[in-house]
């Protein structure tokens, strides 16, 4: 069974500071995808990366970056110099096999505060 | 870029009345859609899985005659809460997977409040 686990429920910062949200999974598929999505208080998902099982290399895109690591499945967000619009609740999910036509399994998301 | 609108983004309605909400691919076909719920504070969990002329497939604990679904084509599933009480209230929000890509696309979410 598929399962997303993200142990950090809540996390504070200062502006400015770096933070990392960690995300661990299970499958037992070889080809799955894994993603992050950023929620703010308004409730839409906005869409972060999209991760496929056999891309290990990591990936940076302004201050945010992933490190995926299938040695310890694990797929974690770091966000550098956070700021105060970086507030949100971060999701990280896993889809399998994605030609069987599954849905997205979510962690259970980490609110991220960065206070000014 | 590829869109799903949802409909409508708020709403509230009386105890014991039913409400509808429209998932809509609006520049691709929608082979597979999906229904979340998140209430408070809480991850999004499946609600169901419909594919596009056939019946939708419920997850473990969700009443299928409370939440109806409805994929009668490539662009719109709707998601109907039915008999609604104040326990309903919630965050619903579709995903629509585009096909041949496969590629997952989320709606902007209801916001469902029952009084």
């Known amino acids: 069974a598929q399962k997303v686990t993200q142990a950090q429920t809540e996390i504070s910062v200062v502006e400015k500071e770096d933070v990392t949200l960690d995300c661990v999974y299970e499958t037992r598929d070889t080809t799955y995808y894994l993603f992050w999505y950023k929620q703010p208080p308004s409730g839409e998902l906005v869409f972060l990366i999209r991760r496929n099982s056999f891309d290990e290399q990591n990936e940076i895109s302004g201050r945010y970056s992933w490190n995926f690591q299938k040695s310890t499945s694990s797929f974690n967000f770091t966000i550098t110099a956070s700021q105060v619009v970086d507030s949100a609740v971060y999701f990280c999910?896993?889809?399998?096999?994605?030609?069987?036509?599954?849905?997205?399994?979510f962690g259970k998301g980490t609110r991220l505060s960065v206070i000014a | 870029g590829a869109v799903v609108s949802q409909h409508p983004s708020w709403v509230i309605c009386k105890s014991g009345t039913s409400v509808k909400i429209e998932c809509r691919s609006l520049?691709?076909?929608?082979?597979?859609m999906f229904w979340y719920r998140q209430f408070p504070k809480q991850s999004l969990m499946l609600m169901a899985t419909?594919?596009?002329?056939?019946?939708?497939?419920?997850e473990q604990g969700v009443e299928k005659d409370k939440f109806l679904i409805n994929h009668a084509s490539l662009t719109l599933s709707t998601l109907t809460v039915t008999s609604a009480h104040p326990e309903d209230s919630s965050f619903y929000i579709c995903?629509?997977?585009?096909?041949?890509?496969?590629?997952?696309?989320f709606g902007e979410g209801s916001w469902l409040t029952v009084v």
């Open positions: 999910a896993l889809s399998e096999a994605p030609w069987r036509n599954t849905p997205l399994v």
């Open positions: 520049d691709f076909q929608a082979t597979t």
């Open positions: 995903s629509a997977r585009a096909a041949p890509t496969n590629t997952i696309y």
């Open positions: 419909s594919n596009e002329g056939s019946k939708a497939t419920y």
